[in-house]
C-alpha cells in the first residue's frame, strides 16, 4: 500500500510538471525601453550585433532612434527625417539604410558617427529594405511600384525592377536568386528572378491587404499576413500554391519564422503577438496569443540574442516603447 501511495504521488508530481511546461509561455518579457520624446507611428527595426545597438524607424517623430541596449538608453536621434521607415545596418561596412515616405529618399549613414555619406532619391515613399548578405545588396521597395538594387559597400545605385504597384513586404531567398514581393495594391504576390532583374510570376490572391512576409526556406513555406480578411496565408515556395490559412489578430504587420524552434511571430496593431507552431509544411497550430500594446504593429526578431523585439507607439498618455523578449526554448 505505501509504495502504491508513493507511485500515485510521483504521478500526481510528474503530471503537474508535464502541465505547467505545456502551459509555459513562448515569450518571457525582460525589459522596456522606454521612449519619451517619441511621438506618431513607429516603423520598423534592425540591429547591431557587434555593438549591441538597436535602431528604430521613428515614422510619425521624424528621426531614427539608437538605443544601447547594454543599458536601456537612447543614445543618439537622427534628427530631420520625413517619415522615416525602413532602417537596415550593414555590418560589413558600418553603413546605415534610412528610407523615407515623405521625400523618396534613400539615405545612407556613417554608422559610428552617423555622418551623412550619400542619399538616393526614388520618385516617392522610399519603404521597406531587405540586405542580401551574398550578393552584398541591399534592396528598397519604392513608389507606385518598383524595387532598387543598391551596392552595401559602394551605396552606388546598381538597377530597379518594376513591379504594377508599391511594394510592402518582400523576402529573398538566397540560395535561389528569387525575390517574393507582397504588392497590396494588386492583390498579388510576385516573385523577381535577382538575376533576370526581372518579374517572373504573379500570384492573385483571394485575401486583400498582404502586407508582412517571412520565409522558411527548410520546409519551403511562404508565410504571409493579410489584414482584410486578417489571415496568415501559406505558400508552397516552388509551386506558390496555397498550403493553408489561419486567422489572426487583426492589423499584422511583421512576421518573423524562428527554425530553431519552428515558430511563427506575427506582430499584430490590435495588441498582439499571435504565435504559431509549425507542425510540417502543411500544418501549423497557434500555440500562444501574447497581450502587448494597441498600435504595437511592428517587431524585430533576432536568432543571435535568441530574442524579440516590439515597438509600441505613443497611446493613452503613456510614452512611445520597444519591448524585449527572450524565446523559452
Known amino acids: 500500500m505505501k509504495l502504491l501511495k508513493l507511485f500515485l ?3 500526481f508530481i510528474s503530471s503537474c510538471n508535464t502541465a505547467v511546461t505545456q502551459n509555459k509561455s513562448v515569450l518571457t518579457k525582460l525589459r522596456t525601453f522606454e521612449l519619451p520624446g517619441v511621438k506618431g507611428r513607429i516603423d520598423h527595426l534592425s540591429i547591431d550585433l557587434k555593438s549591441n545597438r538597436l535602431f528604430v524607424a521613428a515614422l510619425g517623430n521624424g528621426t531614427v532612434e539608437v538605443i544601447n541596449l547594454n543599458d536601456g ?5 537622427i534628427k530631420d527625417l520625413r517619415e522615416p521607415q525602413g ?18 529618399k534613400c539615405r545612407i549613414f556613417d554608422a559610428s558617427n552617423f555622418k551623412l555619406l550619400n542619399q538616393i532619391q526614388f520618385e516617392s515613399d522610399a ?7 551574398n550578393k552584398k545588396i541591399v534592396y528598397v521597395g519604392f513608389g507606385t511600384g518598383g524595387i532598387a538594387a543598391i551596392d552595401a559597400l559602394t551605396m552606388k545605385l546598381l538597377y530597379k525592377i518594376n513591379l504594377p504597384a508599391h511594394p510592402e513586404a518582400f523576402q529573398i531567398d ?6 517574393f514581393v507582397n504588392v497590396p ?3 498579388q504576390l510576385i516573385v523577381s528572378d535577382l538575376n533576370k532583374k526581372a518579374v517572373i510570376t504573379k500570384i492573385n490572391l483571394k485575401q486583400r491587404d498582404n502586407f508582412p512576409m517571412a520565409l522558411d526556406t527548410v520546409n519551403q513555406v511562404i508565410f504571409i499576413g493579410t489584414w482584410d480578411p486578417p489571415k496568415l496565408l501559406l505558400f508552397d515556395l516552388k509551386s506558390l500554391k496555397l498550403i493553408s490559412e489561419k486567422n489572426i489578430s487583426q492589423d499584422a504587420d511583421d512576421i518573423y519564422y524562428d527554425k530553431a524552434d519552428s515558430l511563427i511571430f506575427v506582430s499584430c496593431g490590435s495588441g498582439y503577438i499571435d504565435i504559431f507552431k509549425q507542425i510540417n509544411q502543411k500544418k501549423i497550430i497557434l500555440k500562444e496569443k501574447i497581450k502587448t500594446l ?4 511592428t517587431s524585430l526578431f533576432v536568432p543571435e540574442l535568441n530574442k524579440l523585439f516590439i515597438a509600441a507607439r505613443n497611446y493613452n498618455g503613456q510614452n512611445a516603447k520597444i519591448i524585449e523578449y527572450s524565446v523559452n526554448r
Not at 494597441?294 to 504593429?297: D, E, I, T, Y
Open 73 to 77: 538608453k537612447d543614445v543618439h536621434t
Open 294 to 297: 494597441p498600435g504595437a504593429r
Open 185 to 187: 495594391g494588386a492583390g
Open 87 to 104: 532602417v537596415e545596418y550593414v555590418a560589413q561596412s558600418s553603413l546605415l539604410f534610412v528610407t523615407c515616405a515623405g521625400d523618396g
Open 9 to 11: 504521488v510521483a504521478l
Open 174 to 179: 538566397e540560395k535561389t536568386g528569387r525575390m
Open 127 to 133: 519603404d521597406n529594405i531587405r540586405y542580401d548578405n
